[in-house]
Nanobody, 125 residues
Framework: QVQLVESGGGLVQAGGSLRLSCAVS????????MGWFRQAPGKEREFVGY????????YYPDSVKGRFTISRDNGKNTVYLQMSSLKSEDTAIYYC??????????????????WGQGTQVTVSS
């Protein structure tokens, strides 16, 4: 059973940076895709980016492109979300997720198989 544990959330001023971590236990397959999502109060879960575990290829939506970077540490089975130039609208609970199935659509949260518990990020203006 795959378990994901996020950490690193907190309160940061607008314009600041924060790095989230997602520790994965239970094994990672080379074909897994690790995604980051966020959910603000009253809003739907939003795609933030993903990384292909085997290639390291990443993809981001326009809302965070150039500000957020996803990376992985194979030896530690950990995925990171480095966030910079943070804005108040980035305030949300951030989740990491693992997509194991070969179904296409890595930007759709419904296609992910395992989820962490989330970590709160609050950006003060």
């Amino acid at each position: 059973q795959v378990q994901l544990v996020e950490s690193g959330g907190g309160l940061v001023q607008a314009g600041g940076s924060l790095r989230l971590s997602c520790a994965v236990s239970g094994g990672i397959f080379s074909t897994d895709t690790m995604g980051w999502f966020r959910q603000a109060p009253g809003k739907e879960r939003e795609f933030v980016g993903y990384i292909r575990w085997n290639t390291g290829n990443t993809y981001y939506p326009d809302s965070v492109k150039g500000r957020f970077t996803i990376s992985r540490d194979n030896g530690k089975n950990t995925v990171y979300l480095q966030m910079s130039s943070l804005k108040s609208e980035d305030t949300a609970i951030y989740y990491c997720a693992c997509k194991r199935s070969m179904i296409s659509g890595a930007t759709n949260p419904q296609n992910y198989d395992y989820w962490g518990q989330g970590t709160q990020v609050t950006v003060s203006s």
